[in-house]
């Protein structure tokens, strides 16, 4: 990805610190991020302020920031090269979500797919944060009036409010936003379940078999991709309809050698899906090797994650003032300083 403007162009992204990160997170998001580092001014969130809309335990959400920053820097955020921030030590992001909470219609946040899912999920626990979420989410990015935003494709329906509310708060008062693209990958925005290939990876996948987590050991990631779901077919061939489960594997095999599915079904012509998983697994394995091996040196290193995140929160937090500023003018908050 180039960028050849004088200027560099900034990309603003994040991911909730629930743990963990699986596969879906890396091919979907992280492992792009990386990839923009070299030509782009980037911030990378970790928000636990998204993390708190669903029950949670305050010492397992502190470990899983830290957690969280190890897995970044192994997937390689040097953050000597990008900014990587933690949402609630940067002020603003929650100043903003109330401003933008004001123009945002309840009907287009009542009818979001994952506000829709997550509800059902959390019924007996259902608080207005969860509603409230995708507005913080286009704060995230707008605070930082970032020009590109890469994430994986379910959350392609917040990144088009978060354009609305640009545009809704430009219109409203004066341009001030930039409308921010998205920008989702090729192969990777969509990795589903190894056991329900019909349901997207993730972590609250209640049979865990499913996900492929980053830093599972080679020996766990074989196996749970020899026990992945397939059909009764024995032909490698991309066909999500019909072959969910080996057209979910065609699409992991091809983000990582970036091989396309014409070429991964010659590949496996007449070969059986026994072959074809075992090769999918040293692919896995092979491509996590370094993330894997770079989180065990991360993980140990409390004062490195500090520093990193102090750095890149203090240069958030610099980007965000100037950002508030102009909004506080507009809107019409005074400021007797
Ligand atoms: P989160 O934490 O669920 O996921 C982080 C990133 O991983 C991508 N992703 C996937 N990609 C492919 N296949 C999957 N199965 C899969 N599962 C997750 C997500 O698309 C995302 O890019 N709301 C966001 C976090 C957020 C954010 C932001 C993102 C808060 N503020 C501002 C971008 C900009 C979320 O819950 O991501």
Request: charge should be positive.
């Amino acid at each position: 990805m180039e960028n050849s403007t004088e200027q560099k162009k900034v990309v603003m992204t994040a991911a909730q610190p629930t743990g963990k990160l699986h596969l879906g997170n890396y091919l979907g998001a992280v492992k792009n991020w990386g990839e923009m580092i070299e030509n782009y001014e980037c911030y990378f969130g970790i928000v636990d302020m998204h993390a708190i809309t669903v029950p949670y335990v305050p010492a397992d959400l502190k470990r899983n920031v830290y957690d969280c920053a190890a897995q970044y820097m192994a997937c390689g955020l040097n953050p000597e090269k990008c900014n990587l921030f933690l949402q609630s030590m940067v002020k603003g992001h929650a100043d903003l979500s109330w401003i933008l909470g004001c123009i945002c219609p309840l009907g287009a946040l009542e009818r979001m797919t994952q506000y829709k899912d997550k509800a059902k999920k959390h019924k007996e626990a259902l608080n207005s944060g969860l509603l409230y979420y995708p507005v913080l989410m286009a704060s995230d990015i707008l605070i930082y009036n970032a020009d590109l935003v890469p994430v994986g494709e379910d959350q392609k329906q917040h990144i088009e409010l978060t354009r609305d509310l640009a545009q809704k708060f430009n219109n409203t008062y004066s341009p001030t936003f930039k409308i921010p693209e998205p920008y989702i990958p090729k192969t990777g925005a969509r990795i589903m379940s190894l056991q329900s290939p019909e349901s997207k990876m993730s972590k609250s996948d209640t049979n865990q078999n499913g996900t492929l987590y980053i830093t599972d050991e080679p020996n766990v990631l074989r196996k749970k991709i020899m026990s992945a779901v397939t059909d009764s077919d024995s032909c490698v061939r991309f066909d999500p309809s019909t072959k969910a489960g080996i057209s979910n594997l065609m699409g992991i095999m091809a983000a990582f050698t970036k091989k396309t599915y014409a070429e991964i079904e010659n590949e496996f012509a007449g070969k059986g899906y026994g072959d074809f998983k075992s090769a999918v697994a040293d692919v896995v394995i092979e491509g996590l090797a370094d993330v894997r091996a770079k989180y065990k040196e991360f993980s140990t290193d409390k004062s490195l994650i500090e520093s990193a995140l102090k750095k890149g929160s203090m240069a958030a937090q610099r980007r965000v003032n100037k950002m508030m500023s102009k909004v506080y003018r507009k809107v019409g908050f005074m400021n007797f300083e």
